[in-house]
C-alpha cells in the first residue's frame, strides 16, 4: 500500500466522504436537500425525493452517474436505499 493510500483509508475512517469520486459528492449534497425537504416524521431518517432522476439531471447528473454514484455511496456505508409501493427510500449516514 502506497503512502498516499495509506493515507486516504487513514482519513476516510474519520471521514468516509475522502476519497469518493467528485460525482458521488455532488449526488450526496442534492441527497442532503431532499432529506431536509422530505424527511418522513414516520419514518426516522428516511425520505423520499420525487422526480429524483429529474432534479439531478438538471445539475448535469446523467443517469448513469446518479447510479454509479449510488453504488459508491452505498459501498462507503454513507446510503442506504428501499423501495415500498413503487416509492424509493433513502437514509444517509
Given at each position: 500500500?502506497?503512502l498516499?493510500?495509506?493515507?486516504?483509508?487513514?482519513?476516510?475512517?474519520?471521514?468516509?466522504?475522502?476519497?469518493?469520486?467528485?460525482?458521488?459528492?455532488?449526488?450526496?449534497?442534492?441527497l442532503?436537500?431532499?432529506?431536509?425537504?422530505?424527511?418522513?416524521?414516520?419514518?426516522?431518517?428516511w425520505?423520499?425525493a420525487?422526480?429524483?432522476?429529474?432534479?439531478?439531471?438538471?445539475?448535469?447528473?446523467?443517469?448513469?452517474?446518479?447510479?454509479?454514484?449510488?453504488?459508491?455511496?452505498?459501498d462507503?456505508?454513507?446510503?442506504?436505499?428501499?423501495?415500498?409501493?413503487?416509492?424509493?427510500?433513502?437514509?444517509?449516514?
Amino acid at each position: 500500500m502506497s503512502l498516499t493510500q495509506a493515507m486516504l483509508s487513514c482519513y476516510s475512517a474519520i471521514n468516509p466522504l475522502v476519497g469518493l469520486s467528485s460525482t458521488a459528492l455532488r449526488l450526496y449534497g442534492a441527497l442532503e436537500v431532499f432529506r431536509d425537504t422530505y424527511q418522513s416524521p414516520m419514518k426516522d431518517g428516511w425520505f423520499r425525493a420525487p422526480q429524483l432522476d429529474k432534479r439531478l439531471q438538471q445539475i448535469s447528473l446523467s443517469k448513469w452517474e446518479i447510479e454509479k454514484g449510488f453504488t459508491e455511496l452505498i459501498d462507503a456505508g454513507l446510503l442506504q436505499i428501499r423501495t415500498e409501493r413503487k416509492t424509493r427510500w433513502f437514509q444517509l449516514k
